[in-house]
């Protein structure tokens, strides 16, 4: 489990693939020290798991599920990556939830300066638009941020200077292609009144309903 507060960007140093996987190996562009093997990572958002380090840099695994689903496959020797930690308990939640099970991805329309800040517009595939709302959180490439607005197929989020700072924000350009993560919480309420969505007239969404199902 993760919060989206990225702790700094990494460096794509190696590559190797095989058979539709791919193992990384990465260098922190920040102090990391007492790595553990086995530990949680978020690279860009998805979750991956720590096999070998040294004092520099850690190799991690993607499967080709993993692929599939994630922009990690894009990555090239040099690569910049946001890197985050697993959360621990007793930790600070800043960010909000994030699972690291990358929904899918998501494509920069758009950007403009609004003072210091810079607002990005985020195309997203239509059928997640239901687990995203105005005020909402979302993570991106990893980074935990607040939906300004949203419609159908789109988001926009506003970036501040300190996150365009340690992270890859300052390299997204219109067409960059980012891994999003919608809102854990919002998935479970989703899948829980999906069974009553489009049941029988008696069995509508009401507040009688909710108060005779104990929410």
């Given at each position: 489990m993760f919060t989206g507060?990225?702790?700094?960007m990494g460096e794509t140093v190696r590559i190797s693939p095989g058979s539709g996987e791919s193992r990384f190996?990465?260098?922190?562009?920040?102090p990391c020290p007492s790595w553990v093997r086995g530990e949680s990572i978020a690279v860009n958002g998805a979750c991956l798991t720590v096999e070998t380090f040294d004092n520099e840099s850690f190799t991690a695994y993607?499967?080709?599920?993993?692929?599939?689903?994630?922009?990690?496959?894009?990555?090239?020797?040099?690569?910049?990556?946001?890197?985050?930690?697993?959360?621990?308990?007793g930790d600070r939640l800043g960010g909000h939830l994030v699972s690291?099970?990358?929904?899918?991805?998501?494509?920069?329309?758009?950007?403009?300066?609004?003072?210091?800040?810079?607002?990005?517009?985020?195309?997203?595939?239509?059928?997640?638009s239901p687990q995203i709302i105005s005020k909402g959180s979302i993570a991106?490439?990893?980074?935990s941020l607040t939906v300004n607005r949203c419609g159908p197929d789109f988001l926009e989020v506003n970036v501040i200077p300190e996150t365009r700072a340690v992270?890859?924000?300052?390299?997204?350009?219109?067409?960059?292609?980012l891994n999003f993560e919608t809102d854990l919480i919002g998935k479970y309420v989703e899948r829980m009144l999906s069974a009553w969505k489009d049941s029988s007239p008696e069995k509508k969404l009401?507040?009688?309903?909710?108060?005779?199902?104990?929410?």
């Open positions: 507060l990225v702790l700094g190996r990465f260098r922190p562009l920040f993607a499967s080709q599920e993993t692929l599939s689903l994630t922009t990690l496959g894009d990555l090239r020797p040099g690569s910049r990556v946001n890197l985050e930690r697993a959360l621990a308990m690291g099970h990358v929904d899918g991805v998501a494509v920069v329309q758009s950007f403009s300066d609004a003072s210091s800040s810079r607002c990005f517009v985020i195309r997203v595939p239509e059928e997640f991106l490439d990893g980074i992270t890859t924000v300052g390299f997204w350009k219109a067409g960059t292609k009401s507040m009688d309903f909710l108060r005779e199902h104990g929410f």
